[in-house]
């Protein structure tokens, strides 16, 4: 295994290697960015986040809200609901900033294959 | 409700894919916590479709042989699956998050994507549609579905495209006189569509949208730990020459069967 990786350097492209390792990361953090509630699905995107703020705002608790495939999903705790999406956002968002900076600052190819 | 996975494993004279589906199975559970059920020649067999299973030979790039390409059955997926709700994979479709998990409980009846995202950015995908002018494409690598009558007659003609498969091909226009799974589904799809792409019934992607699929060129080189694997992604058009990437918690569709065999004790350390 151990030359394998000693072979795979020796061709190496630094720079497809991370415009590619961008672009994994882009779709790590797409499948991380769903979330799942009463059977729906969604997606914790600002701009849905800010509207689920916005019914809060108006005074509703709960309310039905049309999911990524357009399916009515009650939501019964609108708060509740808006929190996990904010913390998911946050929490993906953050990790793929953390890797994007090392990818960013990284010059060692071998390093940036660890991130 | 009962939930859970469903495999189909049936090994050829070189590839062991009863191993990879029970890898896989061990990466399903670790991440999703569900059952995984695998269906094997064996349960073939026993159900009589034994005759339904070799659907004929193809070259395997990853073994550089021609060897038998056992990809049938597929469309009975509706009865030998044992769960009420079904998630059915490619073996070789290596589940490295809990995403799919947003499917259990979900309205629709029945999912599948017509979307997947190369390992190597940009790579050209040779089938978004059955041929230039043609259908979309939706992959069979992952089905949601439930047991309904709408479901039944997706399978139902997955297996009539099985069996008029040169009449498909012709009036679809696709190339090859292999079977394909993603075909016939796509087939499938468009007819209870009312022949529209898809108006009539609902039948959207799953939770994850676009599936990340690698090259049967493309290697493993390394698990670095659970849900983290290095990957030598050979560079398109340019043979001999590759880059190393790291891959973390997203499932990965890895066309190369030796190079999963290969990760196997490792696979079986980390999500025992």
Redesign the interface.
């Known amino acids: 295994m151990a030359s394998n990786i000693e072979k795979a350097y020796d061709f190496v492209n630094f720079r497809a290697t991370i415009v590619n390792q961008k672009h994994l990361l882009l779709a790590q953090l797409e499948e991380r960015l769903t979330c799942y509630i009463n059977g729906g699905v969604f997606r914790a995107e600002p701009g849905f986040i800010a509207f689920i703020g916005e019914i809060i705002t108006s005074g509703y608790e709960s309310a039905p809200i049309l999911d990524v495939n357009n399916n009515p999903i009650l939501i019964e705790d609108l708060v509740e609901f808006k929190n996990t999406l904010l913390s998911s956002y946050t929490e993906v968002v953050y990790d793929y900033w953390q890797d994007w900076e090392n990818i960013r600052t990284e010059r060692d190819l071998k390093k940036i294959a660890d991130v | 409700m009962s939930k859970g996975v469903v495999i189909f494993a049936f090994n050829n004279e070189q590839i062991d894919y009863e191993t990879i589906a029970h890898l896989n199975a061990s990466m399903i559970e670790y991440n999703m916590n569900v059952p995984v059920h695998i269906i094997t020649s064996y349960e073939a067999a026993v159900a009589g479709y034994t005759d339904q299973i070799a659907i004929g030979n193809r070259h395997y790039k990853d073994y550089n042989q021609t060897l038998s390409f056992n990809n049938g059955l597929r469309w009975n997926v509706f009865e030998l699956s044992p769960f009420d709700e079904t998630l059915v994979l490619d073996a070789d479709y290596l589940i490295m998050?809990d995403?799919l998990?947003?499917v259990?409980?979900?309205?629709?009846e029945l999912m599948i994507n017509t979307d997947i995202?190369p390992?190597?950015?940009d790579e050209f995908i040779e089938n978004v549609r059955l041929h230039d002018l043609g259908i979309k494409m939706a992959w069979a690598t992952a089905i949601y579905f439930k047991k309904t009558a709408l479901v039944e007659q997706f399978f139902n003609i997955m297996e009539h495209v099985y069996e008029n498969y040169m009449y498909y091909r012709q009036v679809y226009e696709f190339g090859g006189d292999l079977y394909r799974n993603d075909f016939a589904a796509s087939i499938a799809r468009h007819m209870l569509n009312s022949f529209t792409d898809n108006t009539m019934v609902?039948i959207?992607s799953l939770?994850?949208?676009?599936l990340?699929t690698s090259k049967p060129e493309d290697e493993i080189?390394?698990f670095?730990c659970a849900n983290h694997i290095?990957v030598?992604?050979m560079?398109p058009n340019k043979p001999?020459?590759?880059?190393?990437?790291?891959?973390?918690?997203?499932?990965i569709h890895f066309l190369n069967k030796k190079t999963i065999l290969d990760s196997g004790d490792r696979i079986a350390e980390l999500y025992r």
Request: avoid cysteine; proline fraction near 8%.
């Open positions: 998050n995403r998990n947003a259990w409980g979900n309205p629709n995202v390992l190597f950015k609902s959207p939770p994850i949208s676009r990340l080189v390394d670095k290095k030598k992604v560079l001999n020459e590759y880059i190393i990437n790291s891959v973390k918690n997203t499932n």
